[in-house]
Nanobody
C-alpha cells in the first residue's frame, strides 16, 4: 500500500496551494480518506475527511478555506487550501482507512510566510 502526498511548498499568507495524494495497493473507493497535519512541537491533527459515501467534514480551523475531495476512478485525494495563514504551516499527511486499518503517506511540507 502506498500513499504519496505532494503539492506542498512555500506560499505567502493569503495564498493558495493544492495538495494531492496518490493511492495505490488498496481499493480506494472502499476506504475513507483524510488529511492530517503536524506542526513542529505539536501533535498530528485532523484537517478534513472524505468518506466513501461522498460526505466530507472539515476541522473548524479550516472551514471555508480548505476543501477536501477525492476521485475514486483515479485513486486520488485532494486538499484545496486557500487564504492560508502562517499557523497553517505544517507537514500535511494523507490517510486512507477502513475499519481499524489506517494507511499513511510520507507527508508534504506546507510553509506559509507572513
Amino acid at each position: 500500500v502506498q500513499l504519496q502526498a505532494f503539492g506542498g511548498g512555500l506560499v505567502q499568507a493569503g495564498g493558495s496551494l493544492n495538495l494531492s495524494c496518490a493511492v495505490s495497493g488498496i481499493i480506494f473507493s472502499m476506504h475513507g480518506m483524510g488529511w492530517y497535519r503536524q506542526a513542529p512541537g505539536n501533535q498530528r491533527e485532523l484537517v478534513a475527511r472524505a468518506f466513501t459515501d461522498g460526505t466530507t467534514t472539515h476541522a473548524n480551523f479550516v472551514k471555508g478555506r480548505f476543501t477536501i475531495s477525492r476521485d475514486n476512478a483515479k485513486n486520488m485525494g485532494y486538499l484545496q487550501m486557500s487564504s492560508l495563514k502562517p499557523e497553517d504551516t505544517a507537514v500535511y499527511y494523507c490517510n486512507a482507512h477502513w475499519r481499524q486499518r489506517h494507511y499513511w503517506g510520507q507527508g508534504t511540507l506546507v510553509t506559509v510566510s507572513s
